[in-house]
C-alpha cells in the first residue's frame, strides 16, 4: 500500500501588490492547481513590525522593489531614483526580514544578509573555492573605502587599472561604476549614475562616461558612507562584438534557466540597453574553448550551495576571453526574473519558467519528504 500523499501546500508572499514578481508567482501557483499565495504586502510588515505566518504556510520572500512607499520607507528618500541610502535600505530590510515569525522559509534571512553585501557575499565564495574577481574589500584583512582618496590607494597598491566600483548593498547595477585608468593620469568611469548640479546621485537608464577625475572622485565619495566593494574588472568574453556574461537561475541546487547578456558597456544589465544573446552559441563557444557547459553550469550550482537554506538564487557568471574560463561575479537573492524564459535541456524544469520551477521543486521536496525545503 502507498503512503499517503500529503495535502497541496499554503504558499505566501512578502510582496508588493500589482507586482510583476508576485504575479508571475501566483501564475505559477495557480497553474500547479493550488490556492493563490496569501499576499503579505512589504507596506505593512515595515509599518507593523513584521508578519506571522501558519505553521503550514511556506513564505517566500519577493522583492521590496517598484514600489516608491516602500522604496520611502526603506532608504528614507522620498525620490526612488536617488542612489544613495542603500546602507539604511539594507539595515532595514534585513530587520524586516527577521521581523517574519512562523511557517516555512523559502529565504533564509542569514543568507539574504549575506547575499545583499557584497563584499560578505564575495569573501563566503572566496572561501568556498568558487572563482571570483580579486577584491581587496572582502574576507580576511578587508580595506576600508572611505572615499576616492582609498580607491586609488587600493588601486595603486593592488595593480588594478580596470575595477568595478559597487555600492556593497545595491543592486540592479545602482552606483556602479567601471573605472579605467591609464597612461598620464587619464581615468575615466563608465556609469548609469547620473551627478546632478548640486551633487545629488540619481539612476539613469542610460549608460554615461566620466572623463574628469574630480566628477569620478565626487561620485565615489558620496556613496562610500553606504559601504563599497571593489572588483577587478576581468576582460569578458563578447558574443556579436558586445560584451556578454550569463545569468543561471539555480533552484534547489539544480541549475534551471540561463540567459546570455550582452552589451557595449561593460554594464550588461538588460534595463540599461543591454540584450539578450545566444544562449546556444555560448554553449558552442565554450565547447570550443575545451572546456565543458555543464562544468560552466556546476560553477554556478557551487555558488549557489553556499547559500543552501535559500530555494532559489539568480547567478551572474563571467565568461572571460576565449570563453574557457569563468568567474562569478554576484550571487542574486531575486535574480528570477527571466519573463518567458523556460528551462535548460536536462535541468528537469523543461517547458517551466523560473516560477513554475520553484514551485515544482517544493513540491518535490514535499513529496518526498512530506515538508517543503526549509
Known amino acids: 500500500m502507498s503512503a499517503p500523499v500529503p495535502p497541496g501546500p499554503r504558499f505566501a508572499v512578502v510582496g508588493n501588490p500589482g507586482n510583476r514578481r508576485v504575479a508571475l508567482f501566483g501564475d505559477a501557483v495557480s497553474a500547479a492547481g493550488l490556492p493563490a499565495p496569501r499576499l503579505v504586502p512589504w507596506r505593512d510588515v515595515l509599518c507593523g513590525g513584521g508578519a ?134 587619464r581615468i575615466r568611469a563608465t556609469t548609469s549614475v547620473e551627478r546632478a548640479p548640486d551633487g545629488l546621485l540619481y539612476n539613469s537608464l542610460r549608460v554615461r562616461r566620466y572623463d574628469r577625475e574630480q566628477d569620478i572622485a565626487a561620485i565615489v565619495d558620496a556613496l562610500a558612507p553606504d559601504g563599497l566593494h571593489l572588483e577587478r574588472w576581468l576582460p569578458k568574453a563578447s558574443q556579436d562584438g558586445r560584451a556578454a556574461d550569463l545569468r543561471v537561475v539555480v533552484v534547489a541546487g539544480r541549475a534551471t534557466h540561463a540567459v546570455v547578456r550582452t552589451s557595449r558597456f561593460p554594464l550588461t544589465n538588460l534595463h540599461l540597453g543591454g540584450s539578450r544573446g545566444d544562449l546556444d552559441a555560448a554553449r558552442r563557444a565554450v565547447e570550443a574553448a575545451g572546456a565543458r557547459w555543464a562544468d560552466v553550469l556546476g560553477v554556478c550550482e557551487r555558488a549557489a550551495a553556499c547559500f543552501p537554506r ?26 528570477d526574473l527571466l519573463p518567458r524564459l523556460t528551462g535548460l535541456p536536462g535541468s528537469g524544469a523543461e517547458g517551466l519558467d523560473t516560477y513554475a520551477a520553484q514551485v515544482a521543486a517544493v513540491l518535490h521536496d514535499r513529496h518526498r519528504t512530506g515538508t517543503p525545503h526549509a
Do not use: Q
Not at 321 to 326: A, E, F, L, M, S
Open 52 to 185: 506571522d505566518f501558519a505553521a503550514d504556510e511556506i513564505v517566500r520572500v519577493d522583492s521590496p522593489g517598484e514600489d516608491d512607499e516602500v522604496d520611502r520607507l526603506l532608504r528614507g528618500t522620498d525620490d526612488p531614483t536617488r542612489v544613495e541610502g542603500s546602507a539604511r535600505w539594507y539595515a532595514r530590510f534585513t530587520a524586516a526580514v527577521r521581523g517574519l515569525r512562523g511557517g516555512s522559509r523559502l529565504d533564509d534571512p542569514d543568507d539574504l544578509a549575506v547575499l545583499f553585501d557584497k563584499r560578505r557575499c564575495h569573501a563566503v565564495l572566496d572561501a568556498a573555492g568558487i572563482p571570483v574577481p580579486a577584491s581587496p574589500t572582502s574576507g580576511p584583512g578587508a580595506a576600508p573605502v572611505r572615499g576616492w582618496d582609498d580607491v586609488r590607494a587600493l588601486m595603486r597598491d593592488h595593480r588594478m587599472h580596470r575595477l568595478f566600483v559597487k555600492p556593497a548593498h545595491g543592486s540592479s547595477a545602482s552606483g556602479v561604476l567601471a573605472v579605467e585608468s591609464g597612461g598620464g593620469g
Open 310 to 335: 535559500t530555494l532559489c538564487v539568480g547567478v551572474d557568471l563571467l565568461p572571460a576571453v576565449g570563453w574557457r574560463r569563468t568567474a562569478v561575479g554576484e550571487v542574486n537573492a531575486f535574480g
